[in-house]
């Protein structure tokens, strides 16, 4: 192992409880026997043996003593260098990096593959739910269209205090704060970084092709306010943080659209009713249908127990001598958000003034978005236009909105949500 | 192919259109090359290619000319005797046959490993859901205390009719009876044996032990009418049809509980929201948490898909000179139902008089059964109580029963359902 953090030490408890049962279910004894940690004195709980630390991390990627090794150190370097030797050696890799896995993916892959063993990262994306294997392996012969996930625990919690106890954002972050969930800087999970870079990687290994990081658009949750919640419920919608993935085959051959942002899913909507810190990814296949793969996404012992499954593939591979290469082919052919079709929720607060329904209307119509349904709440100063368009293009609802901007009567345009339509 | 009905045509279509991007993935080409058929003269649609077609069933399960053979006869015989031929050939086997794998499963998994072979059969639980692989490979380190599954359509469909619907339980199984849900003679989904042979699969892979069809206790949802529904939606729940199969440890060691009965689940679980003829399998463990698995549960593409994922495994590992025998072990211990514990929910008929409640409440009392909350409706002769308890063993709910049907006071004991608490 290289690194005994949260997740280390569940494993380490977690093994320690299940080795015999493992053993008796595919004849392998899994042991740890190196921990490569950057203190020795710190206290890692009574299932880490003293004797397997070490501060010298090369040498337990490389040793000869290892036949797994497991990285669990998070970020990019040393974490890279270190994956890259124990690949170069022979060894298979099991890693929850997902930093790592959505920025060096394909070098990764690459490199296990000439060394003919298996790199296994089940954990990175949504933790304990077996997501990334029955893409990988179930769902190889499947013409997947489109992969969406809840897979960031922590908006979802505030987004679900939000919808349960009217919270506001505020106080929901702040909740989740004191509960752990989130950081002191929430900013990698509440504007979409983590989630973007578990969607880079289901994209990846569900349509074949490499997606990074930094092909994701994202826009987060910190604009979301009770207004806006309280219209999605009273529309028959619930708001959540999606991970969203889609192909488009066009003249010019498939595309792939990757983006992270808040939609209003309807409430009969499998991923509607996924509460608290849970994550769901929504599958659909040309032939399977619709799939959701549900459960916790984060701690200790969820994260724990799928970098075990892993080890015992890994194992039960390495004892066959044979191994299985990530279906992730060549860059793919990123399309552009401005592309991408939905149907948009707009909310904006308006002037009084006779004709203001109009002029907006107008405005819609000159770009070809079409309007599916229109609220008008309050009266004088705090009226307030709600809308719901009939699909529409990224790009029109962006020019729809600037020039919707421009006018007088038009104070604020207070929130855009994509919906998906029931 | 052994049989070429609804599941084999669908996955010969479905391979026509993406046996490229398989052999592109795993380099490898799948070809049909042999159809074992009753009658070469049915019309199979354009796909299926007329020379593949021979009513020589044992020649095809053991041709020199197959590698890999996938039965889709259905039912025990001749299916039984095909399959250990074919594993005795030393041919992997792919069958979605849950009846025979519920019934002969230790027997065809004995063979299989003998001769070192892929026995699979994903497509036999939950259609397209991929969750047999899962528990065999991402959960085999986990130690799963129970499996909760919502794995027969034609039921679940007819209980969201009688949900969403209000309709009754004749008006709902018509229904699903015209549009081709449920069969003529419907007694194997609404008495619950298909959900049964499902759940003795899914403890047998889960908990790695034999459970047979015959270890499953299986009560329907022909009881059920909307004096219940309107119940579980007034109080904060739905009714639904689960397989359950849960472990207990005993001081004589690990006991396995197996049963299919109507539930009302809390609308806040994951299992309420799964609507229409969808499936999903709910599974704890104790370290991965709670885990759900959603999808397609029938279907010719849906079965189709399922299959043809276990094709490319088998096909993956033969090149590999590898295969995952079935985690199955001995026979379990069957834990009796009578000593499973659950709330429950009691529906009841009672004279108005008064003492009725206390005569009653003394019932359960006697017997230990502790009362979570009642509610008394109606007046004179449409006098209602209704009961939610809380955790009782099965055996001294049906004493209190069966007391209760004995008092003069009580003119029906309505309903008797399982609770889930919230």
């Given at each position: 192992?290289l690194?005994?953090?949260?997740?280390?030490?569940?494993?380490?408890?977690?093994?320690?409880?299940?080795?015999?049962?493992?053993?008796?279910?595919?004849?392998?004894?899994?042991?740890?026997?190196?921990?490569?940690?950057?203190?020795?004195?710190?206290?890692?709980?009574?299932?880490?043996?003293?004797?397997?630390?070490?501060?010298?991390t090369m040498?337990?990627a490389t040793?000869?003593?290892?036949?797994?090794?497991?990285e669990?150190l998070?970020?990019i370097e040393p974490a890279r260098q270190l994956i890259l030797a124990a690949l170069n050696?022979?060894?298979?890799?099991?890693?929850?990096?997902?930093?790592l896995?959505?920025?060096h993916?394909?070098?990764?892959?690459?490199?296990?593959?000439?060394?003919?063993?298996?790199?296994?990262?089940?954990?990175?994306?949504?933790?304990?739910?077996?997501?990334?294997?029955?893409?990988?392996?179930?769902?190889?012969?499947?013409?997947?269209?489109?992969?969406?996930?809840?897979?960031?625990?922590?908006?979802?919690?505030?987004?679900?205090?939000?919808?349960?106890?009217?919270?506001?954002?505020?106080?929901?972050?702040?909740?989740?704060?004191?509960?752990?969930?989130?950081?002191?800087?929430?900013?990698?999970?509440?504007?979409?970084?983590?989630?973007?870079?578990?969607?880079?990687?289901?994209?990846?290994?569900?349509?074949?092709?490499?997606?990074?990081?930094?092909?994701?658009?994202?826009?987060?949750?910190?604009?979301?306010?009770?207004?806006?919640?309280?219209?999605?419920?009273?529309?028959?919608?619930?708001?959540?943080?999606?991970?969203?993935?889609?192909?488009?085959?066009?003249?010019?051959?498939?595309?792939?659209?990757?983006?992270?942002?808040?939609?209003?899913?309807?409430?009969?909507?499998?991923?509607?009713?996924?509460?608290?810190?849970?994550?769901?990814?929504?599958?659909?296949?040309?032939?399977?249908?619709?799939?959701?793969?549900?459960?916790?996404?984060?701690?200790?012992?969820?994260?724990?127990?799928?970098?075990?499954?892993?080890?015992?593939?890994?194992?039960?591979?390495?004892?066959?001598?044979?191994?299985?290469?990530?279906?992730?082919?060549?860059?793919?052919?990123?399309?552009?958000?401005?592309?991408?079709?939905?149907?948009?929720?707009?909310?904006?607060?308006?002037?009084?003034?006779?004709?203001?329904?109009?002029?907006?209307?107008?405005?819609?119509?000159?770009?070809?978005?079409?309007?599916?349904?229109?609220?008008?709440?309050?009266?004088?100063?705090?009226?307030?236009?709600?809308?719901?368009?009939?699909?529409?293009?990224?790009?029109?609802?962006?020019?729809?909105?600037?020039?919707?901007?421009?006018?007088?009567?038009?104070?604020?345009?207070?929130?855009?949500?994509?919906?998906?339509?029931?």
């Open positions: 192992m690194g005994c953090g949260t997740v280390g030490r569940a494993l380490v408890e977690i093994l320690d409880q299940r080795s015999a049962a493992i053993e008796e279910a595919v004849g392998i004894k899994l042991e740890v026997t190196q921990i490569a940690v950057r203190s020795l004195e710190t206290d890692r709980g009574p299932a880490v043996d003293h004797d397997w630390l070490t501060t010298d040498t337990v040793s000869e003593d290892v036949d797994v090794v497991v669990v998070g970020g050696a022979g060894k298979p890799v099991i890693t929850g990096n997902k930093e896995v959505a920025n993916g394909a070098e990764l892959f690459a490199v296990a593959a000439r060394n003919q063993v298996d790199f296994l990262f089940e954990a990175a994306v949504a933790g304990a739910i077996p997501i990334l294997r029955p893409l990988r392996e179930s769902l190889l012969g499947e013409d997947i269209t489109r992969i969406m996930g809840i897979v960031n625990g922590t908006t979802n919690f505030i987004l679900t205090r939000m919808t349960e106890d009217q919270a506001s954002y505020a106080e929901a972050l702040d909740e989740a704060q004191k509960l752990g969930y989130a950081e002191a800087d929430p900013t990698a999970d509440v504007e979409g970084f983590d989630a973007g870079a578990k969607a880079a990687i289901m994209a990846s290994i569900g349509f074949g092709v490499e997606v990074v990081a930094n092909d994701v658009h994202h826009e987060g949750i910190a604009k979301i306010d009770q207004v806006d919640i309280a219209f999605a419920n009273r529309l028959g919608y619930r708001i959540k943080l999606l991970a969203i993935a889609e192909v488009f085959d066009t003249e010019q051959g498939r595309e792939v659209g990757v983006r992270v942002h808040p939609v209003m899913v309807p409430i009969t909507h499998p991923l509607a009713s996924v509460r608290e810190s849970f994550n769901a990814v929504f599958v659909e296949g040309v032939a399977a249908g619709e799939l959701m793969f549900y459960g916790r996404g984060a701690g200790g012992s969820p994260t724990g127990s799928a970098v075990l499954g892993d080890v015992v593939d890994a194992a039960v591979n390495l004892r066959a001598g044979t191994y299985r290469p990530v279906p992730a082919g060549p860059p793919a052919m990123i399309r552009s958000v401005d592309e991408v079709e939905s149907a948009y929720y707009l909310n904006m607060e308006v002037g009084d003034a006779p004709g203001v329904l109009a002029e907006v209307a107008g405005v819609f119509g000159k770009h070809g978005v079409s309007i599916g349904s229109m609220e008008q709440t309050g009266l004088g100063e705090d009226a307030r236009l709600v809308f719901i368009t009939h699909i529409a293009r990224e790009r029109a609802l962006r020019q729809t909105l600037s020039e919707l901007d421009e006018l007088d009567s038009v104070r604020a345009i207070s929130s855009v949500l994509r919906v998906i339509e029931a």
